[in-house]
């Protein structure tokens, strides 16, 4: 470029902006998106992959009040599913749960075969019509009459009049007869449409998956997992 100033149209010398004044000018302007940026995609209430966690009409476990959550995602259909509910729960009951640590949510991620599908939906209306203690003994029940023969996984076994008379080892003939009549309706369907966005936000891919304050649990002991738990009380505090 010529070193000789450059005139406007009137002959006048057009005045070069100095470095500093520019420097300034882009500074300024980075600050501002930067703060945009913050205030639209800020970690506000949301796990560590960017989805949004709504625990509101989950059915769960523990001291309302408790700071951590944790979320299982689970197929009733899923043997693996059915030995951490027998083996590695009970524990998780015991020391995290009951002692009013945690506040523990199931959330259904069925993708095994219809009966998958079809006992997410029974048990979302039980939840819905029955309330939260009886979806747990319901959910309990369920996962040990689970067959133990992994070749029956992908057979129609948990038809709508296994459901039912296994719901009714758990309460009134009335009760049952009251989620009966509610089978036909979208109250179970869009409960785990619900569930199967949460699924999709979080990127999960198998069962059962924990998560902790909205963050996957990638440890293999309980150990593991109570620290976890416990570092997400201090972040809390």
Same mark, same amino acid.
């Given at each position: 470029?010529? $070193?000789q100033?450059? =005139?406007n149209?009137?002959?006048?010398?057009?005045?070069?902006?100095?470095?500093?004044?520019?420097?300034?000018?882009?500074?300024?302007?980075i600050?501002?998106?930067?703060?945009?940026?913050?205030?639209? *995609?800020?970690?506000?209430?949301?796990?560590?992959?960017?989805a949004?966690?709504s625990y509101?009409? =989950?059915p769960?476990?523990?001291?309302?009040?408790?700071s951590? @959550?944790?979320?299982?995602?689970?197929?009733?259909?899923?043997?693996?599913?059915?030995?951490?509910?027998?083996?590695?729960?009970?524990?998780?009951d015991?020391?995290?749960?009951q002692?009013?640590?945690?506040?523990?949510?199931?959330?259904?991620?069925?993708f095994?075969n219809v %009966?998958?599908?079809?006992?997410?939906?029974?048990?979302?209306?039980?939840y819905?019509?029955?309330?939260?203690d009886?979806f747990w003994?319901?959910?309990?029940? &369920?996962?040990? @009459? =689970?067959?133990?023969?992994?070749?029956?996984?992908?057979?129609?076994?948990?038809? =709508?009049?296994? &459901?039912l008379?296994?719901?009714?080892?758990? *309460?009134t003939?009335?009760n049952?007869?009251?989620?009966?009549?509610?089978? %036909?309706?979208?109250t179970?369907? @869009?409960?785990v449409? *619900?569930?199967?966005?949460?699924?999709?936000?979080?990127?999960?891919?198998?069962?059962?998956?924990l998560?902790?304050?909205?963050?996957?649990f990638?440890? $293999?002991?309980?150990?593991?997992l109570?620290?976890?738990? %416990?570092d997400?009380?201090?972040?809390?505090?």
């Open positions: 470029m010529s $070193n100033k450059k =005139q149209m009137k002959g006048k010398p057009v005045k070069k902006k100095t470095s500093s004044s520019a420097w300034i000018f882009w500074v300024i302007g600050i501002t998106v930067g703060l945009l940026v913050f205030l639209l *995609t800020g970690n506000h209430n949301k796990d560590n992959n960017g949004s966690i509101k009409n =989950q769960y476990l523990g001291n309302a009040d408790a951590v @959550k944790i979320i299982e995602f689970g197929d009733y259909k899923c043997p693996i599913c059915k030995d951490f509910n027998e083996s590695f729960f009970p524990v998780i015991k020391e995290l749960i002692t009013g640590k945690v506040k523990f949510y199931f959330i259904n991620y069925p095994i %009966d998958s599908k079809r006992s997410a939906e029974f048990g979302e209306t039980v819905k019509e029955l309330g939260n009886t003994k319901f959910h309990e029940l &369920l996962y040990k @009459k =689970q067959p133990v023969d992994e070749s029956l996984e992908h057979k129609d076994i948990f038809t =709508q009049d296994f &459901l008379k296994t719901l009714g080892e758990v *309460t003939k009335e049952v007869k009251k989620v009966s009549t509610k089978l %036909d309706t979208s179970g369907s @869009k409960a449409e *619900t569930d199967n966005g949460l699924v999709k936000d979080l990127g999960v891919s198998g069962t059962p998956t998560f902790v304050n909205g963050k996957k990638e440890g $293999n002991t309980f150990g593991d109570e620290k976890m738990v %416990d997400a009380a201090k972040e809390n505090k």
